[in-house]
């Protein structure tokens, strides 16, 4: 009746109208959304504060702005932690191990979704039986594997666990992208004398860019972050990734905070920045790689 | 044979790469573990057959029995916290946020933001945060005048487990919200629509039209959570160690998989029970096969086609 009189009648069929209409209620789920909010972004705040102190200002003040915002402990952290070399090893890592992901997925992909052959089925069924399984619980065979080819100690092993790892959720994902190109394209690119190479390569590669960034975006989070496979494969300092460095650099000084809270910050960066450049795209590749996958 | 290859050769170049990757790197080892259980082994060197036998002393034999059923059962509280967490908080706040309020890709940002976040510095920084006597939520429970509630979280029995799986659900929980808000957003404005013109209140709408068309999706991220909880490693690893102190409170498969496989820098255990390990890792992997199998079944057969 209200509703009637303040002119807005069509308000009640108008999702979403019904909150602005009740100004107490909204007020409460703002309150509440912020509380939320504050709780997943608190701790990493004072993370970076933290970061900007000296260990006793951290102890005294843990809350506020810093004194001085210093930055002895992002100083201290990348000289005392080798930094810079952890990074190098992670950006290496990461990067070769999504290159040789998308060269060895996207044809995969490609030939089950356009192709029919006799082994199809089963090939099928060999990667679908992988989508669900951790390969973490193959890892005494893998580390055994590793050790005969030589490989440990050698980032070669991290890249190709993450790329087998990787591969029965692209190939799914990829193969649902390639599915929509029309037949249309592969027939003209045919007639036009392409090999099926060269259709693949010129013609549908192109066309599945959104494929092939969900899939880099799905598998970089986990790679990155990964301390799993350092941790068994990884002995020799010169090749830790950032997350098995800092957690040795963390381990031995853990008593120093102001250290640790700036090579907690540095260890994080790299990730965030990403993900707040571009959280948009990181948020629908998730999605996408969660509900396809 | 010929015209095959001019007919069919190019399949053998698209396939041959990947085949080879994922199943000498990732097919190979996971069956191969199965293999591995069924033997005894000397360090990493492989003894005689010895059928079931690893099975056996992991279910019966202390101390592998008691750390085998308390790490399961760790597991398992992991497992249904998480669950519980993600359906009832995270659900609601996906409902909330799906509406597309003012601040939506602020808000859905922020519970998402610590996912992007390593294992390594989550653990890390809680460890410092959770501190009782200079970490920050021990001050700021100073601070409010609720001094008395301050423990040493992580350092007792009664406490650290759930301390651990809530840090771990701090970290995991905005991955559920995008997949759920997604979800709601698919979910054609008309069925709403026409619930409203009916007169159906929020609640109704909810639990009438939102929550059957989010089963497909509240399955799977289940599924997921129950995946990732049975692996969980690096948050206990890093918080309470490898044996999962105090005394293996926080022990978990994975941890107690870890020290019999790879030995315990700070216990000294006896390294390389690589039979043992391989039948725990092989106990894993039937529980997890079988609950994703039992998911998966569920969220095709609740799928709905819009």
């Given at each position: 009746?209200?509703?009637?009189?303040?002119?807005?009648?069509?308000?009640?069929?108008?999702?979403?109208?019904?909150?602005?209409?009740?100004?107490?209620?909204?007020?409460?789920?703002?309150?509440?959304?912020?509380?939320?909010?504050?709780?997943?972004?608190?701790?990493?705040?004072?993370?970076?504060?933290?970061?900007?102190?000296?260990?006793?200002?951290?102890?005294?003040?843990?809350?506020?702005?810093?004194?001085?915002?210093?930055?002895?402990?992002?100083?201290?952290?990348?000289?005392?932690?080798?930094?810079?070399?952890?990074?190098?090893?992670?950006?290496?890592?990461?990067?070769?191990?999504?290159?040789?992901?998308?060269?060895?997925?996207?044809p995969?992909a490609y030939a089950l979704a356009r192709y029919r052959f006799?082994?199809k089925?089963?090939?099928?069924?060999?990667?679908?039986?992988?989508?669900?399984?951790?390969?973490?619980?193959?890892?005494?065979?893998?580390?055994?594997?590793?050790?005969?080819?030589?490989?440990?100690?050698?980032?070669?092993?991290?890249?190709?666990?993450?790329?087998?790892?990787?591969?029965?959720?692209?190939?799914?994902?990829?193969a649902?992208?390639f599915r929509q190109l029309p037949s249309?394209l592969e027939?003209?690119?045919?007639?036009?004398?392409?090999?099926e190479?060269?259709i693949f390569?010129?013609v549908m590669?192109?066309?599945?860019?959104?494929?092939?960034?969900?899939?880099?975006?799905?598998?970089?989070?986990?790679?990155?972050?990964?301390?799993?496979?350092?941790?068994?494969?990884?002995?020799?300092?010169?090749?830790?990734?950032?997350?098995?460095?800092?957690?040795?650099?963390?381990?031995?000084?853990?008593?120093?905070?102001?250290?640790?809270?700036?090579?907690?910050?540095?260890?994080?960066?790299?990730?965030?920045?990403?993900?707040?450049?571009?959280?948009?795209?990181?948020?629908?590749?998730?999605?996408?790689?969660?509900?396809?996958? | 044979?010929?015209?095959?290859?001019?007919?069919?050769?190019?399949l053998?170049?698209f396939?041959?790469?990947?085949?080879?990757?994922?199943?000498?790197?990732?097919?190979?080892?996971?069956?191969?573990?199965?293999?591995?259980?069924?033997?005894?082994?000397?360090?990493?060197?492989?003894?005689?057959?010895?059928?079931?036998?690893?099975?056996?002393?992991?279910?019966?034999?202390?101390?592998?029995?008691?750390?085998?059923?308390?790490?399961?059962?760790?597991?398992?509280?992991?497992?249904?916290?998480?669950?519980?967490?993600?359906?009832?908080?995270?659900?609601?706040?996906?409902?909330?946020?799906?509406?597309?309020?003012?601040?939506?890709?602020?808000?859905?940002?922020?519970?998402?933001?610590?996912?992007?976040?390593?294992?390594?510095?989550?653990?890390?920084?809680?460890?410092?945060?959770?501190?009782?006597?200079?970490?920050?939520?021990?001050?700021?429970?100073?601070?409010?005048?609720?001094?008395?509630?301050?423990?040493?979280?992580?350092?007792?029995?009664?406490?650290?487990?759930?301390?651990?799986?809530?840090?771990?659900?701090?970290?995991?929980?905005?991955?559920?919200?995008?997949?759920?808000?997604?979800?709601?957003?698919?979910?054609?404005?008309?069925?709403?629509?026409?619930?409203?013109?009916?007169?159906?209140?929020?609640?109704?709408?909810?639990?009438?039209?939102?929550?059957?068309?989010?089963?497909?999706?509240?399955?799977?991220?289940?599924?997921?959570?129950?995946?990732?909880?049975?692996?969980?490693?690096?948050?206990?690893?890093?918080?309470?160690?490898?044996?999962?102190?105090?005394?293996?409170?926080?022990?978990?498969?994975?941890?107690?998989?870890?020290?019999?496989?790879?030995?315990?820098?700070?216990?000294?255990?006896?390294?390389?029970?690589?039979?043992?390990?391989?039948?725990?890792?092989?106990?894993?992997?039937?529980?997890?096969?079988?609950?994703?199998?039992?998911?998966?079944?569920?969220?095709?057969?609740?799928?709905?086609?819009?």
């Amino acid at each position: 009746m209200a509703r009637t009189l303040s002119g807005r009648p069509q308000s009640r069929v108008q999702p979403g109208r019904s909150l602005r209409s009740k100004p107490l209620r909204r007020v409460l789920v703002y309150l509440l959304l912020a509380l939320f909010a504050a709780i997943f972004l608190y701790p990493v705040v004072i993370m970076f504060l933290a970061a900007f102190k000296t260990t006793p200002e951290i102890f005294s003040n843990p809350f506020g702005l810093p004194e001085s915002w210093s930055l002895d402990g992002f100083r201290e952290a990348w000289r005392r932690a080798s930094f810079g070399l952890y990074l190098r090893n992670s950006i290496l890592v990461t990067g070769l191990s999504v290159l040789l992901l998308l060269v060895c997925a996207t044809p995969v992909a490609y030939a089950l979704a356009r192709y029919r052959f006799a082994l199809k089925p089963l090939l099928f069924i060999f990667f679908l039986a992988g989508i669900m399984v951790p390969i973490r619980l193959g890892i005494l065979p893998l580390y055994i594997l590793m050790r005969d080819l030589g490989l440990l100690n050698n980032p070669l092993s991290l890249i190709l666990t993450y790329a087998a790892s990787g591969m029965p959720m692209s190939v799914f994902l990829l193969a649902t992208f390639f599915r929509q190109l029309p037949s249309e394209l592969e027939d003209a690119a045919r007639i036009d004398g392409c090999t099926e190479g060269q259709i693949f390569r010129r013609v549908m590669l192109p066309l599945v860019r959104p494929g092939i960034a969900t899939v880099v975006i799905v598998n970089i989070v986990p790679w990155w972050n990964d301390f799993f496979f350092p941790l068994l494969f990884i002995q020799d300092d010169r090749w830790k990734t950032v997350p098995l460095g800092m957690q040795m650099f963390f381990g031995q000084h853990l008593t120093n905070w102001s250290l640790v809270f700036g090579g907690m910050v540095l260890a994080s960066l790299p990730l965030l920045i990403v993900y707040l450049l571009m959280s948009r795209q990181f948020i629908a590749g998730l999605t996408a790689g969660a509900v396809k996958g | 044979m010929r015209s095959w290859y001019r007919r069919h050769g190019h399949l053998i170049w698209f396939l041959l790469p990947g085949v080879l990757l994922y199943g000498i790197f990732m097919a190979y080892p996971l069956v191969s573990s199965l293999g591995y259980s069924l033997f005894e082994w000397n360090g990493f060197v492989r003894g005689s057959f010895s059928g079931l036998q690893n099975f056996i002393t992991v279910l019966t034999q202390w101390p592998y029995n008691e750390r085998f059923w308390s790490a399961l059962f760790h597991n398992a509280q992991f497992f249904v916290v998480t669950f519980i967490i993600q359906t009832t908080l995270g659900l609601f706040l996906a409902v909330i946020l799906a509406r597309r309020l003012r601040g939506f890709a602020f808000f859905q940002a922020a519970f998402f933001l610590p996912y992007t976040l390593s294992m390594v510095v989550v653990g890390f920084l809680w460890l410092l945060l959770l501190n009782p006597r200079w970490g920050a939520v021990a001050q700021g429970l100073q601070f409010a005048g609720l001094g008395d509630l301050v423990q040493p979280w992580l350092g007792q029995r009664s406490t650290a487990l759930i301390t651990v799986i809530l840090v771990n659900a701090w970290r995991w929980l905005g991955f559920p919200i995008l997949v759920f808000i997604a979800a709601i957003q698919a979910i054609p404005r008309e069925y709403r629509e026409a619930a409203v013109v009916d007169g159906a209140g929020e609640w109704g709408i909810f639990r009438r039209i939102t929550l059957p068309l989010l089963a497909p999706s509240i399955a799977m991220v289940t599924i997921l959570t129950f995946i990732w909880d049975f692996n969980a490693f690096e948050l206990v690893f890093v918080m309470q160690g490898p044996s999962g102190s105090p005394n293996y409170a926080t022990d978990l498969l994975a941890t107690f998989f870890y020290r019999t496989a790879f030995g315990d820098p700070t216990t000294g255990g006896e390294p390389g029970q690589v039979g043992i390990a391989s039948a725990i890792a092989v106990l894993m992997l039937i529980i997890i096969g079988f609950a994703s199998i039992f998911g998966v079944r569920y969220s095709q057969s609740s799928q709905v086609e819009y």
